[in-house]
């Protein structure tokens, strides 16, 4: 035998399973097909009734150009409150797409379409809404807000109409109305009006009403709005777009929404503008005051200051008058110096003779003048007193003058020194009074430098302000919309829902699925056995043969055999007598013990047990059939040996020859002898368990090629544990749809633990028109895989033959 456990049997046994799932579906769709389709069909008109009851859904899209509060021109009064250091309130850019979903917003829309209170027709299974296309208009005239109600008016003439609202008990009453007239219900007042679309045709036609509260009205369109963005950096495009009942209420809404938006903002504008100016103008006036005042604190310093104009101007002036009498200062000093050294030598003139200098340096013109007269004076003594002497009275008169002349000039130098010290002293004074002056001044300006400064800040703000209010009174004038309209509403006029044909597609396909699926969860909740694919992963003992369940025609024999040798039974047990063969082993002599069991009674072990011993008969093999059910004994019964010696008899040592007892059947049954079960034994088990069975199945295998042991059902009984230990292969028989899968788990255990040898399984009375067995032309499929080559390439051949 192949090892069930290796990997390429594990791989075999998934992809058997599978493939079944797959041909499970295809066998479905096959033996159900009429149900399906009858399901499919169902679906559809299901669907289609349902598309039917849908209201009409339409979309509208408009695409607006959002004005950022960053870069709007217009919006100049908020960013003049951030630069002037206070919290405007600007909304940014992405705020704004959730403006325009506010509930504020939508609520002035209502108000203002009146789209709280619609009017439908009833059209086949919809109700179509009458937007702006209503023959009659419904004025509420008293009643709650909150209120919600629904009227059906029935136009009846020019002047008369039929009013039908629910009342408490469920039911509709009616009330007779006249246009324009005030009819009163129990939960309001209202009149109703003729439109412009009343034309004759309307009547007897019924007009639904159905009235809301404007809030509950306004966050229905708000859940029908998308606001979306482009995923665009720094993009300020915003797509919206609305779904209604009526495409021109989409398109109406959506461009009303936009106007209300765009009136709000335009006003917010406004108002933060005047509060700008208001601001603006508060401040100003407080700073222009503040500023008289330090104008005048800085004046009456500068008074009392002696500051002229400023203190860097005054200790400017100051600073140049010092400099100036430094330098007068220094030239008066000079001259004193130069007056000096004159007097020294008109000094020593008067003792050595001689010509004096006229280039003095003073700026006395008189004593340059005289000392020139000196020196003509002394030019004419030398000449004079060269040729006469120094005693001449010329000589001594011209001696005379010099000395007058010195003596002049050195009193007019005394009086210009005089003249210089005073001069000097007086510059000196001022220079010093100038000097604590400037020390002054610059004390001053520490004292002055703060008040300045203030007047500086006061008077930047101040004009900053003046500024602002000039930018401000500009954007109050051109104040523009936050949203500018790059489209307006638009988008077709066909409905975007319910989309009939998808639903008719998807009804179809849904009702044929579910119908499908219903199939396959009845099978999937069946954990019974129901073929071969059912046992992977419970048990990996080989299936040697499947048998279909008997027709009407089979079930009524009273024999357990199948007479007819062209039926699919004959050829489904033929197949199993070959793979029967095939697992024998081949002995040295002799033939082999077959047991044939069952989980319980009522699988067909007996019919298998006849039918397999048939199948070896014609095969030309002699066959024994043995009933080793000793409380049961189906087999003698159904064969018709009640009464008869059989094998207890042998096994209480009755009978000493057991080819006595045993009964060869009538034609057409040749090469097969049975041995029924014989009295009823007092005790099966303990009868079985003595050597005398050991000894009467090896003669009888000397004697057969096959020895079939038709045995009780295993677990039940310990009979067939006894009876296996003696046996060759056992053929274990599983009725379709009777046992749990589950249970094959032990029965594997069994297998592996030799208690039943050679183990193979028989599934009976299988559904050939399902699972995996439509793809061969009787239904059903065969075992390959055990037996000789020359097996199993027959068995091939006979599987296209038959398919063919």
Known sequence: MADHNSPAHTTTEEAEETS??????????????IIIILSALAGGAFAYYFAGKQGYVYQKTASVMMRDSKTDPSASSERIMTELGIDSGAANLANESFILKSTSLMIKVVEDLHTNVSYWQKKDFREIDLYKSSPLLAVFEQIEESRSCLLHVTPLDERRFILSYPSSTGDFSMQEGIYGESVTLPFAVVSIHPTAQMTDDWNGKTVIVRRDSILRTASGQLANLTVTRPDVKDSSLLEMSLTSSNPQKAADVLNHLIRVYNQISKDEKSEAALKTKEFIQRRLKKLGTELSKVDQKITDFKMKSDIFKDTDTTMSADFSTAQALEKEIF????????????AGTLEEAGRKEGLLSV????????????????????????KIAGSAGSQNPITIGLR????????????????????????LKELTNKRNSLAARLE????????????????????????????????????????????????TAHGPDAPISP??????????????????????????????????????????????????????????????????????????????????????????????????????????????????????????????LIDGDLRKFSLTRLLGGRGRKGIT????????????????????????????????????????????????LEIQKQQYDAVIIDAPPYGILADTDILASESDITLYTVRSGKIDKRYFTQVQHLA???????????????????????????????????????IQESLKAQDKKEIH
């Open 440 to 487: 002054n001044t610059a004390t001053k300006e520490q004292e002055i430098t703060p008040l300045i400064r203030e007047h500086k800040v006061m008077e930047e703000l101040y004009l900053t302000l003046l500024s602002k209010e000039q930018e401000n009174d500009l954007a109050l004038a051109i104040a523009k919309p936050s949203a500018k309209v790059l489209e």
């Open 400 to 423: 005379d003058k010099m000395n007058s002349i010195r003596t002049a000039a050195y009193k007019s130098l005394a009086n210009y020194r005089a003249n210089l010290d005073l001069k």
């Open 331 to 342: 030239d008066l000093e000079t001259q004193i110096k130069l007056a000096a050294s004159l």
């Open 499 to 624: 989309q009939t044909t998808q639903y008719l597609a998807a009804g179809t396909l849904g009702g044929a699925v579910i119908c499908i699926f219903a199939f396959i969860g009845v099978r999937m909740m069946n954990n019974k056995l129901m073929n071969k694919h059912d046992l992977a992963g419970k048990s990996h003992q080989p299936v040697i043969g499947e048998l279909p369940g008997l027709s009407k025609k089979e079930r009524k024999q009273a024999i357990p055999f199948v007479l007819d040798d062209h039926s699919i039974m004959a050829e489904c047990l033929h197949i199993l007598r070959n793979n029967v063969d095939s697992m024998l082993p081949k002995p040295a002599r002799g033939g082999h013990v077959i047991l044939v069991t069952s989980t319980m009674t009522g699988e067909g072990k007996t019919f298998v047990s006849a039918n397999l011993a048939a199948a070896f008969a014609k095969a030309g093999k002699r066959t024994l």
């Open 649 to 696: 008899n042998l096994l209480l040592n009755q009978v000493d020859d057991p080819s006595s007892i045993i009964h060869p059947l009538e034609h057409p049954f040749r090469n097969i002898d049975v041995l029924y079960s014989g009295s009823v034994a007092p005790n099966p088990v303990t009868l079985l368990s003595t050597a005398k069975l050991a000894q009467l």
């Open 20 to 33: 079944f799932s797959l041909e499970m579906i295809l066998a479905i769709l096959r033996r159900y097909w």
């Open 752 to 790: 592996d633990s030799g208690k039943l040898p050679n183990l193979a399984y028989i599934i009976n009375d299988v559904d050939f028109k399902s699972a995996s067995y439509s793809h061969y032309g009787y239904g059903y499929g065969y075992h390959y895989g055990y037996g000789s080559k020359e």
């Open 359 to 382: 280039d003095t340096g003073l700026t006395d013109p008189g004593i340059s003048k005289q000392l020139e007269i000196y020196n003509e004076a002394y030019l004419e003594y030398r």
